[in-house]
């Protein structure tokens, strides 16, 4: 066959084709008139080759596997060879793994002591000022949210089709943040010091504890990237602006998602509540993964504390 078909039945560029003849990795045929050509065997190595590739294992290197095969074995990879090269290509990518751990452990380091240095919050560990204070702790006597069974449709569906804005000026759509977790804890609002918060807030259960629950995942921050989580986004009903006062505010190393419509509570059917005639999200966190929400938190409580209870699942639950 010629090198066009060859490259279309092993889903390769004739570039590619020429390339991997270049390396000696496969040698066609030559006909009477000097053209090429390509037989299905050669398409079976130059398949393996792009299957090896993507894995990572650089083009010249995949000989040992295209040898075990012209030596009559079954799969590429029952040489011990072959196997040799998986090993060298993995260490390989354990180092790779752990330069880029600890490059994101010294950039997560520097974020949290650049957004404490700017915080108008003190960080963790140094005392709070009395009107920090009314909105890091909890009141005693707090009412415990009761499980009404308003989240239990939400493990296994489809992440909805909506696009949100970030603190950060950006948009992200929920059913296409990839393959990494991503956490989102959705909360009613967090209110600032010195203003005043609905009527009633502190006996509505689940209701207060939103800014010590952002600074617990704050808090956690790295401990929960380093447990699996590719993302954290906090989200409420309240607008960007009010969120980006929040995250300067409180020294939050990720960004806010607002959803003033409460769409993703319309489209998912999120539970919700009035305070003052206005419409809120109750407290519940989402863990979405490849397009689907993978699990649900809800209800929660303590606020506070829940940042410990995702790192606890995520740590039960590696991928």
């Not at 004739?14 to 009477?32: C, D, F, M, N, W």
């Not at 009559?72 to 752990?98: K, Q």
């Not at 452990?105 to 915080?119: D, F, V």
Request: glycine share 8%; net charge negative.
């Amino acid at each position: 066959m010629k090198i066009s078909e060859a490259a279309r039945q092993a889903g390769v560029t004739t570039k590619a084709v020429r390339y991997y003849e270049s390396l000696g990795l496969i040698t066609p045929e030559r006909l009477a008139n000097g053209y090429r050509d390509y037989t299905e065997d050669d398409v079976r190595l130059v398949r393996e080759i792009r299957t090896l590739h993507h894995l990572g294992i650089p083009v010249e290197r995949t000989r040992p596997f295209l040898d075990c095969l012209a030596a009559g074995s079954l799969h590429a990879d029952d040489c011990p060879s072959s196997l040799a090269t998986y090993r060298e290509a993995i260490d390989e990518l354990t180092e790779r793994i752990e330069a880029l751990s600890a490059r994101r452990a010294t950039l997560i380091t520097n974020l949290n002591a650049a957004a404490h240095r700017g915080s108008r919050v003190v960080p963790p560990g140094k005392a709070a000022g009395p009107a920090d204070k009314d909105y890091l702790t909890l009141p005693a006597n707090l009412p415990a949210p009761e499980d009404d069974g308003a989240a239990d449709h939400l493990p296994g569906t489809k992440a909805p089709r909506i696009t949100l804005p970030t603190t950060a000026g950006r948009a992200i759509r929920l059913d296409a943040l990839g393959p990494r977790r991503t956490v989102i804890y959705v909360y009613p609002l967090t209110g600032r010091p010195g203003t005043d918060l609905p009527e009633g807030w502190n006996t509505i259960p689940g209701a207060r504890g939103c800014t010590p629950e952002s600074c617990g995942f704050r808090d956690h921050f790295q401990e929960l990237l380093e447990a699996g989580a590719g993302r954290v986004y906090g989200l409420s009903s309240q607008d960007s602006d009010y969120q980006s006062e929040v995250v300067e505010r409180l020294g939050l190393p990720f960004d806010m998602l607002s959803d003033p419509t409460l769409s993703l509570a319309d489209t998912h059917g999120l539970p919700t509540f009035e305070a003052d005639g206005t419409r809120l999200f109750k407290r519940l966190t989402l863990v979405i993964r490849d397009g689907v929400i993978e699990h649900a938190f809800y209800p929660i409580f303590p606020p506070n504390e829940h940042a410990q209870q995702v790192l606890a699942w995520l740590r039960e639950n590696p991928l």
